[in-house]
């Protein structure tokens, strides 16, 4: 078995050229004006007519980050080389197709369909890894053609941390579960690390949860574990002796707040059936493994939704999973339009949005109730660059009369103080 090393820390990379691309020094200002990761205070932004609600944490993560420069590192220090990435950067069909059309070519789709054969990846291309990491499997098959994966490793941070305490806590006799989507790039990638130190289940929800805390205490035959999990776990899994000490980790850009209800759901079937006194022989604590951006984009789109509005438009790729976190918890409590861009608003009485759940796209007419002032929640997911969220407020904006620039009332906005309590 491998055991994880760490890598160098990631030097701070120069966008260069590329930086308009994605930084926005308007948005940047919504941005400086946190007071620490703790502060979750909306922000309203009155432009008379219409009025944008910000939360407080939204866009781009530090990971997220990290990994468009690294790209865009590779592709300047490497001109005249073939430049291939294991799979999409990102959940944004923006950076993606930049980066293809910069040169940069995708060794496999986000749902896993080989677009290079591995037989035709040499050691003379220059590999990037991406931000969702990469499987153990394809690092070796890279390794094996000669390809150092390190030196262009954008995998996130918080991704890896749960490897190494998956590792930790494997070691240690625990069974690994993980909270995540099975087919998603980095589950993939998590399951394929931590089955080599622990017996490693994939559940999606609570839903499942609670059926796999039924077969724990009993209460359901274990084929019920053949039909719902035996797909989404280790080789050779022993229900009956695998699920007597567990640790939950997660996909890090799925809901905390469903992780930890999980978790403690978990827990609470582990010491119903060994004992309180003895818990923590069953039971792996893993809050640590939590990704705080996540965290604070879901707490501030929380906070944000305890404040009346009209409508909520939330920007993002159409597979991001952060994104789509941040959408089902904009649609439970008012009307919500999931684009990728300032495009996919049509024109005044249009957009085109995507929903999420169903896979379809719908075109909505009279999306801008007429009343005034209109009151806007606008978010974004983790992959979504500054740039776009202006975008998205110009071409609102440009519906309507006699607004200040977005730059007046931002620093007006700032300069008072002015945000929603």
């Keep these: 078995m491998k055991e994880f090393t760490s890598r160098p820390l990631k030097k701070t990379y120069d966008l260069g050229q590329y930086a308009s691309l994605y930084r926005s020094a308007i948005i940047g200002l919504i941005k400086n004006a946190r007071q620490g990761d703790r502060d979750y205070t909306p922000l309203l932004l009155d432009f008379g007519p219409v009025r944008f609600r910000i939360a407080r944490h939204f866009g781009f993560c530090k990971g997220v980050e990290n990994a468009i420069e690294m790209a865009y590192e590779a592709l300047i220090q490497n001109e005249g080389k073939r430049i291939l990435m294991v799979s999409e950067l990102i959940h944004n069909d923006f950076v993606n197709q930049d980066l293809y059309k910069r040169g940069l070519r995708f060794i496999k789709t986000a749902s896993g369909k080989q677009l290079i054969p591995w037989e035709n990846v040499t050691d003379t291309d220059i590999v990037v890894v ?79 949860a609670a059926i796999l805390g039924e077969i724990i205490k ?8 053949e039909t719902h999990f035996r797909h989404k776990c280790t080789e050779g899994f022993d ?39 003895i818990i923590d022989a069953h039971f792996g604590n893993t809050r640590d493994t939590l990704c705080y951006a996540t965290k604070n984009n879901q707490t501030s789109t929380q906070h944000l939704l305890q404040i009346p509005a009209d409508l909520a438009i939330v920007i993002g790729g159409r597979n991001s999973s952060n994104t789509s976190h941040l959408v089902e918890m904009c649609e439970e409590k008012l009307p919500t339009y999931f684009i990728r861009s300032e495009d996919d608003i049509l024109n005044k009485d249009q957009i085109l949005h995507f929903h999420y759940n169903t896979k379809t796209e719908a075109t909505t007419n009279g999306f801008l109730p007429t009343k005034k002032p209109l009151d806007i929640i606008l978010n974004s997911g983790a992959s979504c660059p500054d740039t776009l969220i202006e975008k998205v407020m110009t071409r609102i904006l440009s519906f309507y009369t006699e607004t200040n620039s977005i730059e007046e009332v931002i620093k007006e906005t700032l300069s008072r103080g002015d945000i929603l309590k």
């Design 239 to 277: 229900p009956e002796k695998d699920l007597t000490k567990i640790a939950v980790v997660n996909q890090t850009t799925m809901l905390a707040g469903e992780t930890l209800e999980i978790s403690q759901y978990i827990k609470s079937i582990l010491q119903e059936k060994y004992g309180a006194e």
């Design 218 to 225: 009993g209460s359901l035959p274990l084929s019920n574990f």
């Design 130 to 208: 991406p931000a969702f990491g990469a499987t153990i499997q394809d690092k070796q098959l890279l390794s094996q053609k000669g390809i150092d994966t390190r030196k262009w490793d954008a995998t996130c941070r918080f991704v890896e941390h749960v490897w190494f305490r998956s590792e930790e806590l494997g070691k240690k006799g625990f069974t690994i579960l993980v909270h995540g989507k099975f087919q998603h790039e980095e589950t993939q990638a998590t399951f394929s690390y931590s089955k080599q130190f622990a017996p490693t289940l994939v559940i999606r929800n609570i839903e499942e």
